[in-house]
């Protein structure tokens, strides 16, 4: 069953610390995203990831960092959260002109 | 850069009565491509439909959307709402670049709320 999985489902974090989201997909797509969800903004894409090592800032980049080891995985940092990093983080994957793939979500609050 | 624009944040309908969710874009790109999804509550967001052809009307589960160029819009209709088409629907928009989907921009998004 393809798909894409994203741990956690729910994460609570004081200011000032460190996040680690993590993303997983079984399809070997080569292309992985990182979009955040909030009310009446829609879905913002964070960053793109094209293969392993090969990262680009999407349109909203500014306090996080990603990283790819691996095809298969793709993980979102936050150095230091910020409350307005509050948020449901969407992780997508692709392949050519295959469509997209999303994971089910992390819902992260920043108290 | 690409925009895509859903007026509406919240659309409230009576179940049986016909659904029109709005979408207008603005692209550079003349091979955009142009989608909609729906996410349901606690589940992924998911492909519904999408088209390239202008003039075209695609269909999926009931739902139709026409690409209209000379307008810039591609709205999503329905023509009967059901209670589990309640859900947040996502109008967006791709370019195809050395064959392959550019990122996808997305609009803020409509929540459809179907009552009984």
């Known amino acids: 069953d393809m798909k894409v999985t994203q741990m956690p489902r729910y994460l609570i974090k004081r200011m000032g610390e460190n996040v680690l989201l993590e993303c997983g997909q079984d399809?070997?797509?080569?292309?992985m995203y990182w979009y955040r969800q909030d009310p009446g903004l829609g879905l913002q894409l964070i960053y793109i990831?094209?293969?392993?090592?090969?990262?680009s800032e999407g349109d909203i980049p500014k306090g996080y960092r990603v990283s790819r080891k691996k095809r298969e995985h793709f993980s979102l940092i936050l150095d230091s959260a910020k409350t307005n990093q509050t948020s449901v983080y969407f992780c997508a994957s692709r392949t050519g002109n295959s469509d997209y793939t999303f994971g089910s979500g992390t819902r992260l609050l920043v108290i | 850069g690409d925009s895509v624009t859903q007026k509406e944040g919240l659309v409230t309908l009576t179940e049986g009565l016909p659904v029109m969710l709005n979408c207008t874009y603005q692209t550079i790109y003349s091979n955009a491509f142009l989608f909609w999804y729906v996410h349901y509550l606690n589940e992924s967001p998911r492909l519904l439909l999408k088209s390239s052809t202008d003039n075209k009307r695609t269909e999926h589960q009931g739902f139709h959307a026409t690409l209209h160029k000379s307008s810039s819009s591609f709205h999503l209709q329905k023509s009967s709402a059901q209670l589990s088409d309640s859900a947040l629907y996502y109008c967006?928009?791709?370019?195809?670049?050395?064959?392959?989907?550019?990122?996808?921009?997305f609009g803020a998004g409509t929540r459809l709320a179907v009552c009984p």
């Open positions: 967006a928009l791709s370019e195809m670049l050395s064959g392959s989907f550019n990122k996808l921009t």
């Open positions: 990831s094209y293969d392993v090592d090969s990262n």
């Open positions: 399809m070997s797509h080569e292309t």
